[in-house]
């Protein structure tokens, strides 16, 4: 709805466009209340908007103030309800959506600014809800997405997503806007919980409106898609009934969406054209593999580790070559997977994340030595940053007074 | 450039709200290339096909006006063009005409005191 409404009013005039969305929910509020929830909910709000910008229109004096790019046709009734109508139309709404994402990635803008803009126009996450999701405070949410408007506003029109050159050159800001808004429902840091599917929901729908695109449907935004399939199959098993927090190889795999799996391998197999080889096309891929098996210690593990050998080429973190060093673990054993996890290179930017002393916790386990493992799993637990965490590093904490139990590698998955 | 006044007559009041759409995307397609080429001086609107008609030095009201349904003037339109002739290449756009309708060509007048 408000990207339709942006291009009816003009980018400028984003504070107008979700006014009018605002009053639109008011209504449906109001109505709904009294006359019943109508069968097409959604269709309803489009309409209430849609008769609601008109009657934006017919009261201010004139469109001149409007979308630059619709000129005069919105101060005449010749056309003005005609135009809106069609800007509202279903096949350009998709659009609406693209035009809107990609200018919410505006180049002046800070990556977490778009990502901020992104939850808060396309998504439609309140204020709050943003902060929340980034684990920063209302006020600073504010800010940041006030300073971001402006900015936005200041481009006077939205993007142009018919121009080519500018189309290919956004593009990577759009992948990385989204891959960071799935990656915070998944591997989320809030205060609340470890895990927000309806964020990993919100991209999932974003990156499939892309591809929808002729133009958006590169190999990378396939592997991008694909990746955010078969990472969102595992949600289900990824927190028990209890609300806990399941390691990988604890994971029920009966509970993995076999339908979001598949569709993901289907992306995948998309985004294997051409000779583009992205981060995201490594991830997918290593992400297949851990869909494929029936279990972790049926897992090709080895083929895992060479797939994080070639990410630490393409994108080398202290994240990825932890990640890396578990699968060495994996495959060689736990000794091995010390030795890759002491040569991690930039080890202290690990020293406020909770996974780090808890894989050398799983690996001292494994060793055989449990009070080791005990001092670690206390040092992971201390660094949490919810309930959550705090229960799942607990667990392990208790677990070291027992026998060495299996393997409990990679809680990140 | 001078002005011109295009007053259109003779639009179907009993088009269904489906016919209606179509012609006025048909509208809009004109429009959009009149404004394109620089010819509009303002769009204009459509009209009511009723309201008042006030007479005479009485000033009396009367409801109407009550004329044949080609006659009744449904809108108008402002135009910028070369000259008359170009005023009326313009104006065989207008989907009123393939209705049957008609556009009426007229130059704003120039009152000099």
């Given at each position: ?21 605002q ?9 709904w ?12 709000l ?5 008769n ?12 001149r103030t409007?979308?630059?790019e ?16 069609e ?28 990502v901020?803009?992104v ?5 439609g ?16 949410m ?38 960071l808004?799935?990656?915070?429902g ?26 929808s ?12 898609a ?7 199959a595992?949600?289900?098993?990824r927190?028990?009934?209890e ?30 054209s ?16 851990h869909a ?44 091995r ?16 994340y ?33 309930a ?12 070291c007074?027992?026998?060495p139990s ?8 | 450039?001078s ?18 759409q ?6 809009v ?10 010819h509009?001086?303002?769009?204009g609107?459509?009209?009511e096909?009723?309201?008042k ?32 002739a ?5 104006s ?18 120039i009152?000099?005191?």
């Amino acid at each position: 709805m408000i990207a339709a409404l942006t291009r009816v009013f003009g980018v400028h005039n984003l504070a107008l466009a979700e006014d009018v969305v605002q009053e639109a929910f008011c209504r449906a509020v109001e109505v709904w209340r009294l006359r019943g929830v109508p069968e097409n909910p959604p269709a309803w709000l489009m309409a209430t908007a849609k008769n609601l910008a008109l009657d934006t229109l017919r009261r201010r004096r004139t469109a001149r103030t409007y979308a630059p790019e619709l000129g005069r046709l919105l101060d005449s009734e010749w056309t003005r309800a005609s135009v809106v109508e069609e800007l509202f139309a279903a096949g350009a709404i998709k659009d609406d959506l693209l035009r809107m994402m990609f200018s919410c990635c505006h180049p002046r803008l800070r990556e977490e600014a778009q990502v901020a803009l992104v939850l808060h126009i396309l998504c439609g996450f309140s204020v709050g809800e943003t902060a929340a999701a980034f684990v920063i405070s209302r006020p600073a949410m504010e800010k940041r997405i006030a300073r971001a408007k402006k900015i936005l506003a200041a481009s006077k029109k939205l993007f142009d997503v018919t121009a080519g050159p500018e189309f290919l050159a956004r593009l990577p800001a759009v992948h990385s806007a989204l891959y960071l808004l799935f990656n915070e429902g998944y591997h989320g840091a809030s205060a609340e919980t470890a895990v927000r599917a309806e964020l990993c929901q919100e991209a999932v729908r974003l990156v499939k409106v892309l591809i929808s695109h002729p133009r958006g449907a590169t190999s990378a935004t396939y592997a991008l898609a694909a990746l955010m399939s078969l990472h969102a199959a595992r949600l289900p098993a990824r927190v028990d009934e209890e609300g806990n927090l399941v390691a990988l190889s604890d994971q029920d795999r009966s509970q993995w969406d076999r339908a979001l799996i598949s569709e993901g391998l289907k992306f995948l197999e998309l985004s294997a054209s051409g000779s583009n080889f992205t981060e995201f096309h490594i991830e997918a891929a290593i992400a297949a593999i851990h869909a494929r098996a029936p279990d972790a210690a049926e897992t090709d593990w080895k083929t895992i580790v060479s797939l994080y050998d070639a990410l630490m080429e393409t994108r080398p973190s202290p994240i990825v070559a932890l990640n890396r060093a578990i699968a060495i673990a994996q495959n060689e054993g736990p000794d091995r997977g010390l030795v890759a996890i002491n040569s991690i290179a930039d080890k202290d930017r690990l020293a406020t994340y909770p996974f780090y002393p808890a894989a050398i916790g799983e690996l001292e386990l494994r060793r055989g030595r449990p009070d080791a493992a005990r001092r670690h799993f206390r040092a992971a637990r201390s660094l949490s940053r919810n309930a959550m965490e705090r229960q799942f590093f607990n667990r392990r904490v208790r677990a070291c007074g027992l026998r060495p139990s299996a393997l409990r590698l990679d809680p990140r998955s | 450039m001078s002005e011109f006044t295009f007053l259109y007559r003779g639009s179907d009041p009993s088009a269904s709200p489906e016919q209606m759409q179509k012609v006025m995307q048909k509208w809009v397609a004109w429009f959009k290339e009149l404004g394109a080429s620089g010819h509009i001086k303002d769009p204009g609107h459509p009209l009511e096909r009723t309201g008042k008609v006030v007479k005479g030095h009485q000033k009396s009201i009367h409801d109407g006006p009550y004329a044949e349904a080609k006659d009744v003037v449904g809108g108008y339109t402002l135009i910028e063009a070369k000259d008359l002739a170009q005023a009326v290449e313009l104006s065989k756009g207008c989907p009123i005409l393939e209705a049957g309708g008609s556009v009426e060509v007229r130059p704003v007048r120039i009152m000099n005191m």
